[in-house]
């Protein structure tokens, strides 16, 4: 949370409208009361940030199944990297198939939220067609930091999804 607030600006700059960092269940308010689920994760900043249990674990499950079980939550911090695509119109069209995860806390092979972002950044810029966008997501990708960070990056090829918008995420 400390690493997002202070540098959001920046990150929503670097991944503009070409993809989108999403936070399952994560998300920020300066003016809402938490419900009775929603859990006040952070509140240091302008913005509270609070976690919302059922949200994320919707979100999980239908992850879980739409990808054929390509990822499971690992139950730790996990990065899920998944290609869909925003037509003119209709809905996004999500590559369920192309679907890469890996665990993201525990030992010493870190990847910061910066290095992730930039590394997908540069793999879109370049036109690199990595399948891993640039951050090689083994199942044993790990971090030392300790804080939990469920994370699910999506790249787009036109703007950010509708679900990004509606408060859940950047």
């Not at 991944?15 to 269940?25: A, E, I, N, S």
């Not at 939220?113 to 090689?136: A, H, K, M, T, W």
Request: zero cysteines; glycine letters at 10%; charged letters at 25%.
């Amino acid at each position: 949370m400390r690493e997002l607030r202070a540098r959001r600006a920046y990150y929503d700059i670097r991944t503009g409208d070409t993809w989108d960092l999403f936070f399952p269940g994560y998300y920020a308010s300066s003016h809402e009361e938490p419900t009775y689920d929603d859990h006040v994760v952070d509140q240091s900043g302008p913005d509270r940030w609070l976690f919302n249990p059922l949200g994320f674990d919707l979100l999980r499950s239908h992850i879980q199944a739409a990808s054929d079980h390509r990822w499971e939550y690992s139950g730790d911090a996990d990065l899920v990297v998944a290609s869909y695509w925003l037509p003119e119109v209709g809905e996004p069209t999500f590559d369920w198939e192309s679907v890469r995860s890996g665990v993201l806390s525990g030992t010493h092979n870190a990847l910061s939220l910066g290095n992730i972002i930039e590394l997908i950044s540069r793999d879109l810029e370049q036109d690199l067609e990595d399948p891993d966008f640039g951050v090689g997501v083994p199942p044993d990708l790990t971090s030392d930091d300790g804080m939990t960070k469920k994370i699910m990056i999506g790249t787009l090829s036109g703007i950010v999804a509708a679900l990004g918008k509606q408060g859940l995420g950047l």
